[in-house]
């Protein structure tokens, strides 16, 4: 099973996930995507929720991949370089 895992997951070159993020009245953040079904993801920064995000898209791939199920479609395609990013940068 890992070498077809492995096999599956070099199709996978990157993929740009969109994130909706909202400050919450406690002060904190909550990123959730459209993209990525069940990615809910908390932090106390922009920074933060968007480093925290991609780690759970990880994850929520690597269990797709783990348990036969059906990849989300922003991960079914390969993705080589994006030409455009939007990036949050923190100000002083």
Request: hydrophobic content about 40%; charged content about 25%.
């Amino acid at each position: 099973m890992p070498a077809k895992r492995h096999q599956r997951t070099t199709k996978v070159d990157e993929a740009v996930i969109r994130l909706r993020i909202r400050r919450l009245k406690e002060g904190y953040f909550l990123a959730t995507s459209p993209d990525v079904p069940g990615l809910v993801v908390q932090a106390r920064s922009i920074t933060e929720v968007v480093e925290f995000s991609q780690d759970v898209a990880r994850k929520i791939l690597e269990s797709c991949l783990d348990h036969g199920d059906p990849l989300p479609p922003v991960f079914s395609k390969a993705r080589h370089s994006p030409r455009q990013l939007l990036v949050p940068v923190g100000l002083p």
